[in-house]
């Protein structure tokens, strides 16, 4: 390909609102256009990097054994009644409009295919002997992101794999898993990614098992929490850590504190003289009406000063959905303003009282006074607040803190990081399949669900996170699998007959060869051009002007080090062919161990 002849439409500016570094090189490279917000276009050079990923996602799909169909975008909203899951999606499920009864209001964009498998399997997986099975597609998914953010990391349109296993019993259905496990880590090595598989949450799409294969960059918008000795690695939705040791000092008599218009954690420790992580804070939630009442479930939460609830913790005690009380609610509780509550007293006007285990465990601790501008000092769990009985429920409810240290008892500290997630797996169990009566007959003729899995990969965001893990403040650098092109070659004094003779040879013999090849052909200054070769990254660049070759040489560098070496024309094609297949054979990552 002539650089002339084609699009790549590179530019100096940096991007406005683009912060995250994949988004402003994705855009100065030329690679995508935004057409509107989560919405872009593929320029010619980003496609070939979009399609090569797609080209080892599908090659290890295949090599796992997967088998590929394809679903359409479009679905029956009927079908996701069938799950319950119109409501768990929210407006993340994209509905099309029509009048009543017209085809359009029935129908959605697709955001994930569980229900449409399904229904093959109902329909076609009717025996054991069928089992296992797991059927991928590659497809564009629609999502109503309410924050399309940082370019192609997270748009309202992309490009998945999705995979869904179908199997007897939990024993078939974790050999698989274990395969997909196997099959993301070669997937992630061979685009170049450095990946770190953590235990995850497994949110709307269910299950209980799942791991979340991410990159760790600022660029992400998830936290992981890493043990210091790699013992511990998961999401902070779901990561735990070990209980804080108790607290054994004698208990004290509660004392009350005057602290007049002091609310906030900060400001109530300065007046009394205490640190957050020696304060109990007390949420007031309210959840679903309990069956034949009016008013809404009132549950108090308490955890240490210095900690935060966690949504998803919270969500599997409770069991319901709950969401912080309004001020009103709060004052008829607790009988005091906002920013002055207290667990004592408070079990009889509550439904229910959801204690963090690390609460449970405090002496003398501080916290509000359920009368304004009042704290009290000295409040013991156990004494004051109930922590047994029918409304209570001592679990860990937090979020892990810097500091904390893993739970496999190694004493580790843990530490937070910032990560994308590119891919993630479930173990569905059988969700779908009951929700849906998909069944088959076992080996003794009965009916029983299927067990199911699910495995999605994102292939834009392998693009962007590649990126994120592989630039310079000049451009990308690219991992030889998913350059756009392999090879550049870059001619100086275009004009010079040699110099283009040289080059067009060696663009030939490299071609004819296999390798891609870019050949900037334009007509510009030699600053310029290096500059655009630096900012698309091409991973092998060969440069013909007309002094070297006068002097017998071309010139020839790997974008990631620059080091210039001289060799003939003839000698510079083989160079590059050995190159190019050693880094290839190293991003598949022979003998390379997960974790
Ligand atoms: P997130 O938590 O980032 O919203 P998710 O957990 O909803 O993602 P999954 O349903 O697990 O995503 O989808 C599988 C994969 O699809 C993700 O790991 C990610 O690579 C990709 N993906 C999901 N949502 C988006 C999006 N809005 N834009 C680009 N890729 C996405
Ligand atoms: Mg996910």
């Known amino acids: 390909m002539r650089w002339s002849r084609y699009l790549i439409p590179t530019s100096k500016e940096i991007p406005k609102d683009a912060t995250a570094p ?14 509107a917000a989560g919405l872009y276009s593929y320029l010619p050079l980003g496609y070939r990097t979009l399609r090569k990923v797609e080209n080892i996602v599908r090659e290890e799909m295949n090599r796992a054994g997967a088998i590929e169909l394809h679903m359409p975008a479009l679905q029956p909203i009927s079908l996701w009644e069938s799950t319950g899951r119109v409501a768990a999606m929210g407006d993340v499920l994209l509905r099309l409009s029509g009048p009543p009864g017209d085809w359009r209001a029935g129908t959605v964009l697709g955001p994930t295919h569980e229900e449409v498998i399904t229904e093959i399997a109902r329909a076609y997986l009717t025996s054991y002997r069928q089992l296992p099975i797991n059927l991928y597609q590659i497809q564009t998914k629609f999502r109503g992101e309410a924050r399309p953010k940082s370019g192609v990391l997270r748009t309202r349109e992309f490009l998945m794999k999705d995979a869904y296993s179908f199997h007897a019993d939990a024993e078939s259905l974790d050999a698989e898993y ?11 090595s061979r685009c170049g990614l450095p990946y770190l598989v953590v235990e995850a949450e497994s949110g709307a799409i269910g299950g209980d098992v799942s791991h979340e294969f991410m990159v760790l960059t600022d660029a992400g918008e998830d936290q992981v929490i890493l043990s210091e000795n790699g013992d511990y690695a998961a999401n902070l939705e779901r990561a735990t850590c070990a209980p804080l040791p108790a607290q054994t000092e004698p208990m004290h008599p509660i004392e009350e504190a005057y602290t007049p218009g002091h609310g906030r954690v900060e400001e109530v420790c300065a007046y009394l003289g205490t640190r957050p992580e020696q304060m109990i804070k007390t949420l007031i939630y309210v959840g679903p009406a309990p069956a034949e009442r009016k008013q809404p479930l009132r549950v108090v939460v308490l955890v240490r000063g210095n900690h935060d609830v966690n949504p998803s913790k919270l969500l599997r005690v409770a069991k319901v959905p709950l969401e912080l009380a309004d001020p009103q609610t709060i004052e008829e509780v607790t009988g005091a303003a906002v920013g002055f509550a207290g667990p004592q007293g408070l079990i009889d006007r509550v439904d229910l009282m959801i204690v963090d285990r690390d609460v449970a465990t405090m002496r003398n601790a501080a916290t509000g006074a359920n009368r304004t501008d009042y704290h009290v000092r000295n409040v013991n769990p156990g004494r004051d607040f109930p922590l047994h009985g029918e409304k209570v429920c001592v679990a860990d409810i937090r979020n892990v803190v810097p500091g904390d240290l893993s739970p496999t008892g190694s004493g580790a500290p843990l530490s937070l990081r910032t990560a994308i997630e590119v891919g993630h797996i479930f173990k569905l169990g059988a969700k779908y399949s009951t929700a849906m009566d998909a069944s088959f007959l076992d080996r003794s003729g009965q009916s029983r669900p299927f067990v199911m899995g699910c495995y999605g990969i994102g292939l834009n965001r392998i693009v962007a996170a590649a990126i994120e893990a592989h630039h ?4 990308i650098i690219w991992p030889m ?7 550049l070659i870059l001619t100086l004094d275009t004009r010079d007959a040699q110099v283009m003779q040289t080059a067009d040879r060696l663009y030939d013999e490299l071609c004819a060869r296999g390798v891609e090849v870019l050949l900037d052909d334009r007509d510009e200054r030699a600053g310029f051009k290096f500059k655009d070769a630096d900012l698309v990254g091409i991973p092998l660049r060969i440069i013909v002007g007309r002094n070297s070759l006068a002097a017998g040489h071309v010139e020839f560098s790997h974008r990631r080090d620059d080091v210039k070496q001289r060799f003939s024309p003839e000698a510079v094609v083989p160079h590059a062919l050995s190159l190019l297949e050693q880094e ?7 003998g390379k161990a997960c974790n």
Do not use: W
């Open 22 to 35: 994949s988004h402003i090189l994705m855009l100065r490279a030329g690679l995508i256009r935004q057409v």
């Open 178 to 188: 274990r395969n997909m496990y196997e099959t993301y880590c070669r997937i992630s």
């Open 472 to 475: 310079d403040d000049r451009g």
């Open 481 to 487: 699998s998913i350059a756009p092109f392999q090879v």
């Open 584 to 590: 290839l054979k190293l991003l598949s990552g022979a």
